[in-house]
């Protein structure tokens, strides 16, 4: 695949008050104009692998992600379960992207501490790879995860145990979000994958850098060359460049307002690193004042022109062309009905 190759990813994410309309005809769209995958979210309400069970039996070639599954949801051991069945379900199209989400959604909605995620995702990748890999029974002694558990509070009668379905991959790919520069290097360490939120084309030397700092540490899995890279891209075409602005300022206005506490949001953090702080500060405190419709206004232009795609049809094909084939990105995820798809689809590929 040539370096400015994009793949076409289509995110179907997790739901809000009910479940997504146009779902079959979304994904039949996507298998017809030969999009790469399909890809469910959780957050804290629907969850992220039966929905993505039910596109797996409605479609025949999509590949099948997580993008997230929270770690925290679920054991390590739990989630490589629902990996093993829906690779088998799916004849081998699933492909596994986890987060560690932040201390809000962990602590406030699955009730696990959030401290040490760096440390805590080593130790779930590596168990989910014991478990897939099925070499012996699994014996895990970590800080964080301890397989057979015999400590304080147990019957003590714990033993090393080995999946009784044999895997149809022993190496599933794993894919890992991250927005930190330390995050992002481990998974290029440790990982498939990097699925990154809000990838900005000004900030593609910078993960570039962070990526090849994880490359090059001792055991790293995979180069640059066969590393994938899913990335989110809100793609908007009117030729009124402030109402196509207005939709994904609403996108952007909820995950820096709301998206975390003021004193940790990763989200808040990656935008004040592109240079956007003062905006931001003010963006979170109106959202968290309760006026989400001015903090969604104070999002600037500039700032929805360095993370998505919007403007008149011929704006969006210079900025796909000139910057975004040009970043690390290598499969472009966007959402939509048929009719978006498929213009996503000739931008990408006319």
């Given at each position: 695949m040539a370096d400015d190759d994009l793949k076409l990813g289509l995110v179907l994410g997790y739901w809000f008050a009910g479940p997504p309309v146009g779902v079959p005809e979304a994904l039949a769209a996507a298998e017809d104009l030969g999009f790469d995958s399909v890809w469910s979210a959780e957050a804290y309400g629907s969850d992220c692998f039966t929905p993505l069970a039910w596109y797996g039996a409605a479609t025949s070639r999509l590949k099948l992600?997580?993008?997230?599954?929270?770690?925290?949801?679920?054991?390590?051991?739990?989630?490589?379960?629902?990996a093993l069945t829906l690779d088998h379900l799916s004849e081998g199209r699933f492909q596994l992207g986890l987060g560690a989400s932040g201390p809000q959604v962990v602590e406030g909605w699955y009730g696990q501490p959030y401290p040490k995620p760096l440390a805590r995702t080593r130790e779930y990748v590596e168990i989910i790879r014991r478990v897939l890999a099925r070499e012996e029974p699994l014996d895990f002694q970590g800080e964080h995860y301890q397989l057979p558990n015999r400590g304080p509070g147990t019957m003590e009668l714990g033993k090393p145990l080995k999946s009784i379905t044999h895997p149809r991959r022993p190496d599933i790919p794993i894919l890992l979000g991250a927005e930190g520069p330390k995050n992002v290097a481990m998974a290029a360490e440790i990982a498939d994958g990097w699925l990154p939120i809000f990838l900005s084309p000004e900030l593609d030397k910078h993960y570039r850098e962070c990526l090849a700092e994880g490359f090059a540490r001792p055991g790293a899995r995979r180069t640059m060359d066969d590393f994938e890279i899913p990335n989110m891209v809100n793609i908007v075409v009117n030729d009124d460049v402030e109402a196509a602005a207005d939709l994904v300022r609403m996108f952007l206005g909820f995950y820096i307002g709301g998206m975390g506490a003021k004193e940790v949001n990763f989200h808040a953090s990656l935008f004040a690193r592109m240079g956007y702080g003062d905006e931001v500060e003010e963006i979170q405190d109106l959202f968290l004042a309760g006026r989400k419709d001015e903090?969604?206004?104070?999002?600037?232009?500039?700032?929805?022109?360095?993370?998505?795609?919007?403007?008149?049809?011929?704006?969006?094909?210079?900025?796909?062309?000139?910057?975004?084939?040009?970043?690390?990105?290598?499969?472009?995820?966007?959402?939509?009905?048929?009719?978006q798809l498929r213009l996503v689809a000739d931008l990408v590929n006319g």
């Open positions: 992600g997580t993008a997230v599954c929270q770690m925290s949801a679920r054991t390590p051991v739990a989630t490589a379960m629902s903090a969604i206004k104070r999002v600037p232009l500039a700032l929805v022109e360095d993370v998505a795609m919007v403007g008149p049809l011929d704006k969006v094909r210079e900025e796909l062309d000139q910057k975004w084939r040009k970043t690390c990105m290598t499969t472009l995820l966007v959402n939509g009905d048929p009719a």
